[in-house]
């Protein structure tokens, strides 16, 4: 379980991005973040991954306040986490295999454990068959798919993606969101931030948008869009 009690952030300029947000998100749940550009939607997931810390308000993952984490715990913390960007992050010196494997290695797994992980994130987002190919020949949507498998590479518990589909055309991008319904499927918390309102209203799934820096539950998607035009 995900939950965020009267967050604030605050940006050193003195604006708040957000204001006293609440928001829970239950375990095996999947649900959007949508709102305008610089509502907070990546600040939030940020915070969620402790690579932002709030100005006030509680975290809490799995009942445990992660708040004031120490730096030293941090990567246990993440080690539960998956995250997805909208840019990739690959190393385009390094093979797809390689850019999978580079959490696990972090990790200190054994070289068997990450060969089976590896290849079973890549079958997963249907890759396995260019595990050794580099990433500058892949396509856009490829390249999205890497970065997933090198998000779920290690079994997390959730899933954090931020603009996943922002730079891939509709029909890669309704087949982005399918895998994260697939993973979402056998037990994984899955929060997206997404602009892209017809393609999250179709997923049939829960949506929340960030208005004046707090939380809005709205299903209504014409509610969502009468929301980006008055803002």
Known sequence: MIELQNITKRYPENRDVLSRLNLTIEQ?????????????????LKLIAAIERPTRGQIFINNKNITHIPKRKIPALRRH?????????LLYDR??????????QIAGYSQVDIRRRVRAALDKVALLHKEQV????????????????????????????????????????????????????????????SHDLDLISRMHKR????????????????????????K
């Open 28 to 44: 095996g749940e999947m649900a959007f973040l949508t709102g305008p550009s610089g509502a907070g939607k990546s600040t939030m």
């Open 207 to 230: 949506i929340v948008r960030i208005h004046n820096g707090q939380c809005v539950d709205a299903q209504d998607t014409h509610v969502l869009h009468n929301y980006e035009v008055v």
């Open 95 to 104: 093979n797809i295999f390689d850019n999978v494997s580079l959490p696990l």
């Open 81 to 89: 986490m998956g995250v997805v960007f909208q840019a990739h992050h």
């Open 134 to 193: 580099m990433p500058i020949t892949l396509s856009g949507g490829e390249q999205q798919r890497v970065g997933i498998a090198r998000a779920v590479v290690n079994k997390p518990a959730i899933l954090l993606a931020d603009e996943p589909t922002g730079n891939l055309d509709p029909d890669l991008s309704a087949e982005i969101m399918q895998l994260f319904a697939a993973f979402n499927q056998v037990g994984v918390t899955v929060l997206v931030a």
